[in-house]
């Protein structure tokens, strides 16, 4: 896709890398394609600009000097209302399935490993906004315990209690409760996702259920089933 040919957008991205070159390539590249961009350094100055400015994305390097990638996606989802739920696409040279892993589980949305191409770069984004934006309804809210997901909203409640979830959690609670009580294939889930092997899948149901069940060793609502994927079971 050429620059001239890049559909409008005024989506806010937060760029975050400490080389330089790097960093400005990157913006330079975003800005062209429509995007609004903000960069940074390094972590402390992408804290601040956190806590003062809304993004609807934020690319993160992992490897930086002082505070890590892995490092401020932590401290990200630790935040309060909108700052916390910003999605994260993780940027590194570090592409062992490990790496990817340990990203997913401090609640990254994606992960691309370096180097890559420009428009890969551009297409997870739009796929990461793409979901982030989409409502997609199914029915209104499900009870599941002391929780309950309302679909539409794409919000997750606890005792009344609102908790903190990724646009990709949100996604897969959408996938799963579009057919309550029915089986839902794990690599259709996985579909789309950072790792198509549903890797990444299993490692969002295992924050899912940190968040949801009593027991999450002992799951009630969010139940594996052998040999297909994983089933939603709303009271």
Known sequence: MSFSDAPARTRHLLVVDDDDRIRELLKEYLTRAGFRVTAAAGGAPAR??????????????????GEDGFSLTRWLREQRGAAGRTPVLLLTAKTEPGDRIEGLKLGADDYLGKPFEPEELLLRIEAILRRASDPQPVGGALSLGRCRFDADRGELTSNGEAIRLTEAEVALLRQLARTPHEPVDRLELAHGSVDPSG?????????????????????????????????????
């Open 48 to 65: 601040r600009l956190l806590g003062t400015l809304d993004f609807d994305l934020a690319v993160l390097d992992v490897m930086m000097p």
């Open 199 to 235: 890797r990444a899948v299993d490692v969002q149901v295992t924050r899912l259920r940190r968040k949801i069940e009593e027991d999450p060793k002992a799951p009630r609502y969010l139940q594996t089933v052998r040999g297909v994927g994983y089933r939603l079971a709303p009271d």
